[in-house]
């Protein structure tokens, strides 16, 4: 696997090594001993398959505060999707930066997502398959977001969208969130 850090400290993208014979290739898409060498948590307490209908649609920007804080790493196996992170963590240097970055089942790219990072996607085509394997257990006192449109962020969403759950679309402002995104639910 090739690990590219992006512009926001701990999260990587993760492209594959295909290795081509005359049947078709193989690769390694995860692999523990990898992930601990770049400093990643190779816990994988829940693995998720999230499935969208219509292109455009548009699930976050969720994330977990401690002690049930949750990595995440997104693939997308059929489909294509836009990935959006923001790092959350006060005490990183790249506090409240984001990142964008297309995951298809193309491309075979995949998304480490570091612990206290909302995370979120737009479908950019109909039918859409995601793969998260995630670190620690769905925990819902746990569970926070961010409005997806918030303009404090001014995330570019590639597409208008077609839909959202009323929990997504009722997501606070970050000017209404205290420091370390610790609000209560």
């Not at 995601?130 to 590639?158: A, C």
């Amino acid at each position: 696997m090739k690990f590219t850090e992006t512009k926001l400290k701990d999260a990587f993208i993760i492209d594959i090594e295909e290795k081509h014979d005359h049947r078709g290739f193989f690769a390694r898409t995860f692999c523990a001993q990898e992930f601990e060498a770049y400093g990643l948590k190779p816990v994988v307490s829940q693995c998720n398959l999230s499935y969208n209908y219509k292109k455009g649609t548009l699930r976050g920007m969720h994330y977990q505060i401690p002690p049930a804080a949750e990595s995440k790493f997104i693939r997308c196996i059929k489909g294509a999707i836009y990935d959006v992170i923001i790092d959350m963590r006060p005490e990183s240097p790249s506090f409240l930066s984001h990142i964008g970055v297309e995951l298809s089942a193309e491309n075979h790219r995949g998304l480490y997502v570091p612990e206290m990072f909302a995370h979120g996607y737009q479908a950019l085509t109909d039918d859409t398959e995601i793969l998260y394997m995630v670190g620690e257990f769905y925990t819902p006192g746990y569970e926070r977001g961010l409005r997806y449109s918030d303009p404090f962020f001014n995330i570019e969403w590639p597409l208008e969208v077609s839909e959202i759950s009323e929990k997504d679309l009722n997501w606070p402002l970050f000017k209404n969130i205290p420091v370390g995104g610790a609000y209560p639910c």
